[in-house]
C-alpha cells in the first residue's frame, strides 16, 4: 500500500498546495473561482475531447460498461434516498444526499488521476463513468428537485436540456465521440494546442479543488461522515461487485470503473445545491469530508485494482 500512497501523494500535496494558498488568503476567493472556470470551460474540456476524439468509438461505447455502472450506481442512489426520507428528510434534500452518495470528483480529480498513474487507456472507461454522471444522474437531480416543487411539463424537460448543453464537460464528450465515430482526423495544430491547453488541467483543477475545499466549513459532521461512508465504501463496493461477478467486465475496465466510483463527493454538486437552495451546506460538508477521508480510501481502493 506505501507505493501506490507514494504514487498518489502528488495529486493529494497539489490539491493540499490549493487549500493552503486560499486558507492563507494568499490566493483570493475570486482568483479560486476563475481558476475553477479555466478548467472547467478550457482545459479540462480540450482534455476530454482530445481522448474522446482519438479513441475508438467502441471503446467508449461499451453497452455492458455503462449498464453495469449505472445498475450499482442506481441501486445506491435508491438505497442513499430510501434512508433519507425515512429520516424525515424532503423529497429535494433525499435527492442532493443521494446525489452526493454516487457522484464522486471523477471530472477534476478522477481523470488527471487515473490517466496519470495508469496511462491514457485509462481514458475510455472513466469517460464513460463521467457520462452516466453528468447525463443521467445530472439530469435525474434536476428533475426530482424541480418535480418536487411542482414544476413538470415541457420547462422540466428544456430546463434538463438547457443545463446538459451548457455543461462544457457533456458537450466536449459529446464532440469528442461525434469526431471518434466518423474518423475524422486530428490536424497537427489542433491536436499540439489540444495537448497544450489540455496539460494544464491536471495541475490546475487539482490546485482549484484544494481552494474550494478552503471556503467549506463544518457542519452536519454526523451527515457528512454518512455520506463520506456511502460515497467512498458503498459505492465502489457495490460497483466492484457488479463489475467482477454479476457483468464480468474486463479486468482493467472494471478496475477503472472501481477506481472512478471511489472518488470522493464531486464540487458540482455544492453549485446545485446552492442555485436550488437545498442543503447546500450539508453537501459543502460531504464534500470536505470526503476530499480528506479519501485520502486513505481511494489509496487502498487504487492498491487492490493495481
Known amino acids: 500500500m506505501l507505493p501506490v500512497f507514494l504514487k498518489t501523494l502528488p495529486f493529494f500535496l497539489l490539491i493540499g498546495l490549493g487549500y493552503g494558498a486560499a486558507a492563507t488568503r494568499f490566493f483570493s476567493r475570486e482568483a479560486a473561482v476563475a481558476l475553477t472556470q479555466f478548467v472547467f470551460w478550457f482545459a479540462l474540456s480540450a482534455m476530454l475531447f482530445n481522448f474522446a476524439a482519438t479513441l475508438e468509438f467502441s471503446d467508449i461505447a461499451n453497452g455492458d460498461f455503462l449498464l453495469c455502472y449505472l445498475v450499482a450506481s442506481a441501486i445506491v442512489y435508491i438505497v442513499a434516498t430510501v434512508i433519507a426520507k425515512m429520516r424525515g428528510l424532503t423529497l429535494?434534500?433525499?435527492a442532493i444526499e443521494a446525489q452526493c452518495a454516487v457522484i464522486g470528483n471523477v471530472g477534476f480529480l478522477g481523470i488527471p488521476m487515473l490517466v496519470g498513474l495508469f496511462g491514457e487507456r485509462a481514458a475510455a472507461p472513466v469517460l464513460m463513468v463521467l457520462s452516466v454522471d453528468l447525463i443521467v444522474f445530472g439530469s435525474l437531480v434536476v428533475a426530482i428537485i424541480t418535480g418536487s416543487r411542482g414544476k413538470l411539463g415541457p420547462g422540466l424537460v428544456l430546463t434538463i436540456l438547457r443545463g446538459l448543453v451548457t455543461n462544457p464537460m457533456v458537450m466536449s464528450i459529446t464532440a469528442g465521440l461525434i469526431w471518434s465515430l466518423y474518423d475524422l482526423p486530428v490536424p497537427v495544430p489542433?491536436?499540439?494546442?489540444?495537448?497544450?491547453?489540455?496539460?494544464?488541467a491536471t495541475p490546475a483543477a487539482l490546485f482549484a479543488?484544494?481552494?474550494?475545499?478552503a471556503g467549506k466549513s463544518a457542519e452536519r459532521a454526523?451527515?457528512?461522515l454518512w455520506l463520506s461512508a456511502l460515497k467512498l465504501v458503498a459505492h465502489p463496493a457495490l460497483v466492484a461487485v457488479f463489475a467482477l461477478w454479476v457483468f464480468d467486465l474486463d479486468p482493467f475496465a472494471a478496475a477503472m470503473m472501481i477506481a472512478a466510483a471511489a472518488m470522493p463527493v464531486a464540487g458540482n454538486i455544492y453549485i446545485i445545491a446552492q442555485h436550488y437552495g437545498v442543503s447546500p451546506q450539508r453537501v459543502s460538508?460531504?464534500?470536505?469530508?470526503?476530499?480528506?477521508?479519501?485520502?486513505?480510501?481511494?489509496?487502498?481502493v487504487l492498491g487492490w485494482v493495481q
Not at 489542433?190 to 494544464?200: N, Y
Not at 479543488?209 to 475545499?213: D, E, K, R, V, Y
Not at 460538508?285 to 487502498?300: C, G, Q, Y
Open 92 to 94: 429535494a434534500t433525499s
Open 285 to 300: 460538508t460531504a464534500i470536505l469530508f470526503s476530499t480528506v477521508i479519501s485520502v486513505l480510501t481511494l489509496t487502498a
Open 209 to 213: 479543488i484544494g481552494a474550494s475545499l
Open 222 to 224: 454526523s451527515t457528512a
Open 190 to 200: 489542433m491536436a499540439e494546442f489540444l495537448t497544450i491547453l489540455g496539460s494544464a
